[in-house]
């Protein structure tokens, strides 16, 4: 049986990390943290994330401001709202919560947070910054999930990964910051041929897919870790995209659906906004 890589506990880990490290400046007098997220609509999914990540400011010390728009905004009113908010002093954090309604352009909205209040690492500045290594804001999935690795001490240099998804939010970014962990690193897609013989030679194997029970256990290498980031509402309850009951016998390390690599990307937004908050402070981003 696998050994479950518990998000909950590592994304506790790491919230604790920024909570201290934001007592020290608070302690010498620093103005508050603040993170704003932009929401537009009232999308359900939307509101649970948008939620938990308030929460989770609260509870370690960072100011959290929800502007909240309407379904009907424009791109061009939701481009001066961006703008707007990205110049206020006081905000160090700025996201877009996506999915956006489908008349509005994501890309667009999301490359105008400027590149160092920018805690959701989507900007094309904070992308290339990721080609060249990690010295901007890696987005938040990707981050937690070689955050909660490294929390359960898997060594990740030399490993083969194996990342099946390829989107801008985990695929692609994750497949740069692993392959600057040294590891060595297949990205699959809807167009990748045979892909259960490349899934079953990974020793790390990672799925963004969306799609329940998407990985069975014959596409698993025996002892491989398992990193599952899909999320699925089903009848049943919110499922992940790996046949878990099956793979967990296959696997050394497993991820659960809930409470892997979920709470893991709140934390991660609040390890990038202290540093954007830090960036502040010291006035350069580098
Ligand atoms: P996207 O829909 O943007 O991307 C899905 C990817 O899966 C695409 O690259 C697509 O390939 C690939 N794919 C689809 N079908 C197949 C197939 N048959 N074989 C191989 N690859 C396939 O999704 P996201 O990356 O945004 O999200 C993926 C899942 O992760 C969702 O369930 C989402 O809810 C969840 N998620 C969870 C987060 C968390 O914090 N836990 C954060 C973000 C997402 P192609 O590019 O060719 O279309």
Redesign the pocket.
């Known amino acids: 049986m696998a050994i479950i890589l518990d998000g909950k506990k590592a994304s506790k880990d790491l919230k604790e990390e920024v909570r201290l490290s934001l007592d020290q400046y608070y302690k010498k007098g620093a103005p508050k943290c603040n993170l704003a997220i932009i929401m537009v609509g009232d999308n359900p999914a939307s509101e649970i994330y948008v939620r938990n990540k308030a929460k989770a400011c609260e509870a370690i010390g960072i100011g959290g401001q929800l502007i909240k728009l309407s379904e009907k905004i424009t791109q061009e009113e939701l481009e001066k709202y961006i703008i707007a908010v990205s110049k206020d002093p006081k905000v160090h954090g700025v996201m877009v919560q996506l999915p956006l309604p489908p008349h509005l352009d994501a890309d667009r909205a999301t490359e105008l947070v400027p590149p160092e209040k920018d805690v959701d690492g989507f900007t094309t500045a904070n992308l290339g910054k990721l080609i060249i290594g990690n010295q901007g804001f890696l987005s938040c999935?990707p981050g937690?999930i070689i955050y909660l690795l490294k929390n359960h001490k898997i060594v990740l240099a030399g490993k083969n990964v194996v990342i099946?998804?390829?989107?801008k939010?985990?695929?692609k970014p994750l497949a740069l910051a692993l392959l600057n962990e040294n590891c060595t690193v297949t990205v699959?897609?809807?167009?990748?041929k045979n892909?259960a013989s490349i899934t079953s030679k990974a020793d790390i194997l990672i799925v963004?897919?969306?799609?329940p029970n998407f990985i069975t256990s014959d596409m698993v290498k025996y002892c491989a870790v398992v990193v599952d980031?899909?999320?699925?509402r089903t009848p049943e309850g919110i499922v992940g995209?790996v046949d878990f009951a099956n793979v967990e016998r296959q696997a050394s390390f497993i991820t659960p659906v809930p409470g892997g690599?979920?709470p893991m990307?709140v934390a991660y937004l609040m390890k990038n906004t202290l540093h954007a908050y830090e960036i502040s402070l010291k006035g350069k981003y580098n």
């Open positions: 999935t937690g099946v998804g390829r989107s939010i985990v695929g699959c897609h809807s167009k990748t892909l963004a897919v969306g799609k980031v899909g999320i699925n995209d690599v979920g990307t």
